[in-house]
């Protein structure tokens, strides 16, 4: 008890702890001890990094990462039966993932699932726990010097109305660059970024 007052425990939190070391049970964790004690996040900050565990315990959670790691699918290679599998999705929505994943020539990056018409940003969340984009899908990259209209209208993330204001820069300027789209306020740098995925 001496050792817990040390510790800046309270009589209480010390209570706590030794009724549960009398049912034969230990803490092996930070957060079971933070549950069993329930000291302040303060004090958990403070002491956790002076807390030892069993080798045992240590080796469960470094276990515990590796699978974690493992079930992280790529999100380019999902089918619809198996995004039905998150909460949230069914029929519709994992149908419409993969159609818009169609559409753009696969995920660039996995916070283009915002762009699914519809989807929620909680599921979206949801889906980012278990896919991520693990390759990259191959682009043939085409110069903003030679690009058409036409293929402005097909990227996805693209209003007409943007595209057709990077054509008219384009005609003014035969040495336009992504970056001057930015200076001219075109786009923003979240788009520039996207769309140099498309154009060099």
């Known amino acids: 008890m001496s050792k817990g007052y040390a510790l800046g425990l309270s009589l209480d939190e010390i209570k706590r702890l ?24 303060s004090w958990i900050l403070k002491y956790s990094p002076f807390f030892k565990f069993p080798k045992w315990v240590l080796d469960k959670e470094l276990e515990n990462k590796k699978t974690t790691v493992r079930k992280i699918k790529d999100i380019n ?3 619809a039966k198996e995004l039905m599998l998150i909460r949230g999705i069914g029929t519709v929505f994992s ?35 278990k896919y991520q984009v693990l390759i990259q899908p191959k682009r043939d ?26 054509i008219a820069l384009r005609t003014k300027n035969k040495n336009i660059s992504l970056k001057s789209l930015q200076d001219q306020a075109v786009l923003d740098s979240l788009k520039i970024k996207r769309l140099a995925l498309y154009l060099y």
């Open 77 to 79: 290679k999902a089918t």
């Open 141 to 166: 990259k085409i110069a903003l010097a030679e690009v058409t209209l036409e293929y402005l209208f097909e990227i996805p993330f693209l209003t007409k109305n943007e595209a057709k204001k990077i």
């Open 18 to 41: 030794h009724k549960f070391r009398e049912l034969g049970k230990f803490a092996n964790s930070i957060e079971e001890f933070k549950v069993v004690t329930q000291v302040s996040s």
């Open 95 to 129: 149908n419409r993932i993969v159609k818009y994943r169609e559409r753009v020539g696969g995920f660039d990056l996995i916070n283009q699932l915002n762009q699914v018409y519809g989807l929620d940003s909680l599921v979206v969340s949801k889906i980012e726990e």
